[in-house]
């Protein structure tokens, strides 16, 4: 950093000065306002650890951060893997990996309020059809209790980022040396030997990147949530952005809004920093 002149930090200085001003700042003031009683507009009284000790004590809260994290522990298995299995597919030598490749991206390219209302059409009106057709009760009244709006939120968020997640495996997959695949061969590895032995090790900084946009996204998810459950029924399904959105908006407490906004961030950024950090250390081990 001390060999850096002048016009690096010249060219650096609009994006730490956007970071400072979109980021930091409004991160730092949020913090102070939590140990207030700020109502939007301002804040008249120092409150201390009254807002956190609140967060705790709400059942709303603790019981969307329990279904967030099942719901983020599920999409962050599920999409990797249907990451990586589509990765695979689309750079296997067959004439339509290109197109296939645009297919399975192009759901990420739609916003998750339009997802949401697609998705609650297919779950609703469609599943309901189907089961009737069919004679399968299990497929009606979908998005009707907490475990059908659970997959729900599942199966919408996989269908939507499994694409993204598969670009990310392709250009790790790509880079893999093909001398070595051959090399394997001509030793008499199968398939899966050389998947293990080889593919794998070689594409763990790309689990290490997959699994941190995952996780952060799945803690994150909110547009979905509201388009297709409302968090419903009876806030069952309802995650932590949601619930935070209610409180400060719906509830009209800023403050404690802003408390679980600041313990929602603490939670996410350790278990963000220490996935990267075990997964960091798995890729040297490999």
């Known amino acids: 950093m001390r060999n ?22 409004p991160l730092i003031i949020g913090i ?11 804040a008249s009284q120092f409150l201390g ?10 059942d709303s809260f603790r019981s969307a951060l329990w279904f967030t994290i099942k719901f983020s522990v599920v999409t962050v298995i599920l999409l990797n893997a249907l990451g990586l299995g589509l990765a695979i597919l689309v750079t296997r030598n067959i004439k339509s990996n290109n197109f296939l490749r645009t297919v399975f991206f192009m759901p990420n390219l739609i916003g998750g309020l339009i997802l949401g209302f697609i998705w609650q ?14 004679g399968i009760e299990a497929l009606s009244g979908w998005l009707s209790t907490t475990n059908t709006g659970f ?15 598969m670009i990310i495996y392709i250009a790790y997959l790509e880079s893999i ?31 290490t990147v997959s699994m941190f946009l995952t ?43 802003q408390a679980k906004a600041v313990v929602f961030f603490i939670i996410v950024a350790l278990i963000a920093i220490t996935q990267v950090y075990y997964n960091k250390k798995r890729e040297v081990d490999m």
Request: hydrophobic fraction near 50%.
């Open 49 to 58: 650890f009254e807002n956190y000790i609140r967060v705790f004590q709400d």
């Open 177 to 207: 040396p093909h001398d070595l695949i051959e090399a394997a061969q001509i030793d008499g590895a199968n398939s899966f030997q050389r998947f293990k032995n080889i593919t794998f090790p070689l594409v763990a900084p790309a689990f």
């Open 121 to 134: 059409f297919i779950f609703i009106s469609v599943f309901d059809d189907i089961g009737k057709a069919l």
């Open 151 to 165: 997959w729900g939120l599942v199966i919408l968020t996989c269908w939507q980022m499994a694409g993204y997640i």
């Open 4 to 25: 850096r002149d002048l016009s690096f930090w010249l060219f650096l200085s609009p994006v730490l000065l956007g970071l400072g001003l979109v980021v930091i700042v």
């Open 32 to 42: 102070y306002y939590s140990f207030t009683d700020w109502n939007g507009l301002n």
């Open 215 to 257: 996780l952060s996204n799945s803690f994150k998810i909110y547009d979905q949530n509201l388009s297709l459950t409302n968090g419903g029924p009876f806030d069952s399904t309802q995650m932590v952005a949601m619930d935070i959105v209610k409180t400060a908006f719906t509830s009209n407490e800023m403050a404690l809004g």
